[in-house]
């Protein structure tokens, strides 16, 4: 008689297209169309996301979207999003307890200088300022790596500007602040006008500087056009684009742009490399 047989146990493996389980922790309504979420894993959680990585966002039912990391804290996983489709409708309307599939990180994220004498100068749009918020806090974390660290924040108006309550924080950083809007209010006391009027300003030796830049496409491309003109080198301007972004491993082909990949090569990349590859229009 035969020796008994003694299967091997399944070996499971949790591919990039796998989605891992997180419960919304926390909801926060920052404007009318956009909510913060705070994402704890059900399990193992997905590996500690970089500054300016993304990940893929899975509303059940309706499909997935993929968002910026708006920050991270051990495995909590934070992201702000704005209400745009049925997906990102979906997500804004969860609520503590409620469970979503996260797959990622992804991406190229933002870099910062090794050495501790350059200046940093990031220039945030609207919800740009999102995926710019873990590299602000990174470089509050390690404000006496850099000598001049500057954010410049823009918006269409007061009420739609994120992280109010996080400017404090970091000015008390040694971080020069410094907030526009496109319309003001009656109450409003700041500067009026868009964000990168502010850039030729801001207090950095061109020389050694690194520039950080997010936002709509077209201030982002003025932006960094505004940047180089003040001496900053192309490559040591850093932007995030993220277009069309779709399986976010580069298998569709949606995000092709030129010879790039948005979600493998990006979505930061260099203003020296981004500059062409933004004169294509968005399809």
Sequence with gaps: MPPDVVAEPAVVTTGPMTPRMYEVESRREDLADTVTLTLAPTGEPIAPPEPGQFTMLWAFGIGEAPISLAGSDGALLTHTIRRVGAVTRALCDVGPGDQIGVRGPYGAGWQLPAVGSDDVLIVAGGLGLAPLRPLVEQVAAHRDRFRQATLLIGARSPGDLLYLSEVDTWRRHAIDVEITVDVASTDWTG???VVTFLID????DPSATTAFVCGPEVMMRFGAQAIADRGVLPSSIQ????????????HCGHCQLGPAFVCKDGPVLQWSAAEPLMRIRAR
């Design 191 to 193: 500067h009026v006008g």
């Design 239 to 250: 932007l995030s684009l993220e277009r069309n972004m779709h399986c976010a491993i580069g």
């Design 201 to 204: 300003k801001a207090a950095i």
